[in-house]
């Protein structure tokens, strides 16, 4: 079974990209990175101050033994700034809790302010709200930082030859990530249209 057919029968359908999108991402976008081996699938995007890490799989078999864990260690020895999306955990799915547990366990924190909303070109009118976490070589970040990192994930990544994919206009990604205004602003922003 290839790379792309683990990754489909593991993520949700609506956190997939299209088969071809994701496999031009990997041979033609300079900045993503496929990492294989018998154990696990790594897909990411390396910046200059940061790392975005789309998919990350551990094959069933070698979970519990501390790949995730290695995986990640690997990634903050580039010393830049590691984010991610992750499903907001759901009270009757325990696989959402563990994930949250796992890269809290591994020093990520959940980017508290940001509003996200994935969309990778569904054909669903629906938008996916997703976490954001992050890790920091130096601790933390400012969430002003973190929002213009998950733009560039959009704009480089998510959004990659859209128009060649999906029959819709692209969505804003200044739509899809904003920073939660506190309680004394004008209120909250409203969920983007897809």
């Given amino acids: 079974m290839g790379w792309y057919q683990k990754l489909n029968q593991y993520f949700p359908e609506e956190e997939m990209k299209k088969k071809?999108?994701?496999?031009?991402?990997?041979?033609?976008?300079?900045?993503?990175?496929?990492?294989?081996?018998?154990?696990?699938?790594?897909?990411?995007?390396?910046?200059?101050?940061?790392v975005f890490v789309d998919y990350v799989l551990v094959d069933?078999?070698?979970?519990?033994?501390?790949?995730?864990?290695?995986?990640?260690?690997?990634?903050?020895?580039k010393e830049k700034v590691?984010?991610?999306?992750?499903?907001?955990?759901?009270?009757?799915?325990?696989?959402?809790?563990?994930?949250e547990q796992f890269y809290l366990g591994n020093g990520f924190k959940k980017a508290e302010d940001i509003i996200y909303y994935r969309d990778v070109g569904e054909t669903s009118e629906e938008l996916n709200q997703m976490e954001v976490y992050y890790w920091s070589p130096q601790g933390s970040e400012s969430m002003e930082d973190i929002r213009n990192y998950m733009i560039i994930v959009y704009e480089d990544i998510h959004h990659f030859q859209y128009d060649d994919y999906f029959d819709r206009q692209t969505p804003d990604p200044e739509e899809l990530v904003q920073i939660e205004q506190?309680?004394?602003?004008?209120?909250?922003?409203q969920q983007p249209r897809a």
């Fill in 20 to 50: 071809q999108q994701l496999e031009d991402l990997v041979r033609r976008n300079t900045n993503y990175k496929k990492a294989e081996t018998e154990q696990y699938i790594l897909l990411y995007g390396e910046y200059e101050e940061f």
């Fill in 60 to 77: 069933k078999k070698a979970r519990g033994l501390g790949i995730g864990s290695h995986i990640f260690e690997e990634l903050k020895e």
């Fill in 82 to 99: 590691i984010v991610l999306e992750v499903e907001p955990v759901v009270e009757n799915d325990p696989d959402t809790a563990r994930r």
């Fill in 182 to 189: 506190s309680d004394d602003s004008q209120g909250m922003e």
